[in-house]
């Protein structure tokens, strides 16, 4: 999320001269910096993402406040947002019944708005007054919708209502072409044009519809890098084969629905094994088709090879007699698995034989 941040305002770019670092990549290893250099302290670890959180020592955040030259400000509670022009990055803390005082002082160049609490009112004025925004992040539960004039800010790269009681977005957000990261708790149904975010990179979501597909024709987004899941299904742009063009999708993806698949060139076709940036695999099978036989469910296990680099692997009603060639192991090691640190089989009911782990 941080890294994220650092690229909506612009502080990351891609490698120049042709170079193969990503954005990501930059902000990773600029992040690395900061710890060796005790400018930033790791917090929770695990063995699979890495460091989940960190903190900045109370020494260091006093000085990084008095070098920002008063770009910075923070509200609670009512308090007056004074029309400064030097002010970029503005956190709104507000509570039930509180509002903010003066509202119109809401500074002209706002780059970064963290609102918490207050409620969507509220936040409807303050974003058509803040139409260079580049990170919004917004938390609060009163809010249930996103204003339709968010299609204006042309500038937004960042946006995170993952805390919100949003279910649906505006068709606007559709306009949001510069849009790089986007954060949801649920989404009911998105907008018929959303493939037009050709710059989304971060699609992030908690609660997830394992009975349908939500984002049809999701491979013409060919610059992302973060599907927490993927249902497949029979309907038009929800076949697996949509993960071919989404070369650089990585972190951890779970696949519903692989029942509704029948042969090994399907399920081939998503090419996982040539996706090295995915650390966390899960593959589910919510029942089998009647007219599909053992030899197509193994098939189709067989086609959904991950990388080799793959880091946690879970497998979840798999109906097929037999564990796929990339699972076998040859002489007690699992030799296409090898940086494996965590795996999970359920309901696997008909499997003869679990391969040694």
């Given at each position: ?37 005790s ?52 956190t ?21 708005l ?6 969507g009112?509220?936040?409807?004025d303050i ?104 249902v497949?299904?029979q ?11 989404l ?10 629905g ?32 009647e ?23 879970a ?43």
């Amino acid at each position: 999320s941080l890294i994220q941040i650092w690229m909506a305002q612009g502080l990351i770019n891609d490698a120049k001269g042709g170079g193969h670092l990503q954005m990501e990549d930059i902000g990773s290893d600029c992040f690395n910096v900061l710890l060796r250099s005790s400018l930033l302290q790791a917090g929770y670890k695990n063995s699979i993402n890495g460091i989940l959180s960190c903190r900045m020592h109370d020494l260091v955040h006093d000085l990084s406040l008095q070098v920002s030259n008063n770009r910075f400000f923070n509200t609670e509670d009512g308090m007056e947002v004074s029309h400064d022009d030097e002010v970029m990055h503005l956190t709104i803390i507000g509570s039930q019944g509180k509002v903010l005082k003066n509202i119109e002082g809401i500074p002209p160049n706002l780059q970064t708005l963290y609102y918490l609490g207050g409620d969507g009112i509220m936040l409807e004025d303050i974003l058509e007054r803040s139409r260079y925004l580049s990170v919004l992040k917004v938390d609060c539960w009163d809010v249930t919708q996103l204003p339709n004039s968010v299609g204006n800010m042309k500038h937004l790269r960042h946006l995170d209502i993952s805390e919100t009681g949003i279910t649906a977005l505006p068709d606007s957000i559709t306009k949001l072409y510069n849009l790089m990261t986007l954060k949801v708790l649920y989404l009911e149904e998105i907008p018929k044009k959303f493939s037009n975010l050709i710059n989304l990179r971060h699609l992030e979501f908690l609660e997830i519809h394992l009975d349908r597909c939500l984002f049809p024709g999701i491979g013409q987004l060919s610059n992302l890098r973060t599907l927490p899941h993927f249902v497949v299904s029979q309907d038009k742009g929800c076949q697996l084969e949509e993960l071919e063009h989404l070369r650089n999708l990585g972190g951890e993806l779970r696949i519903f629905g692989l029942e509704n698949m029948s042969s090994f060139e399907s399920a081939a076709k998503a090419k996982l094994s040539e996706k090295s940036s995915i650390q966390g695999l899960r593959l589910s099978w919510n029942g089998t088709k009647e007219d599909c036989d053992d030899n197509n469910i193994n098939s189709v296990m067989e086609g959904l090879q991950p990388h080799p680099d793959l880091k946690s692997l879970a497998i979840n009603g798999f109906k097929g007699s037999r564990f796929p060639s990339w699972m076998v192991a040859k002489d007690h090691l699992m030799v296409l698995l090898r940086n494996l640190v965590d795996i999970e089989l359920r309901g696997l009911g008909k499997c003869e034989l679990v391969p040694p782990l």
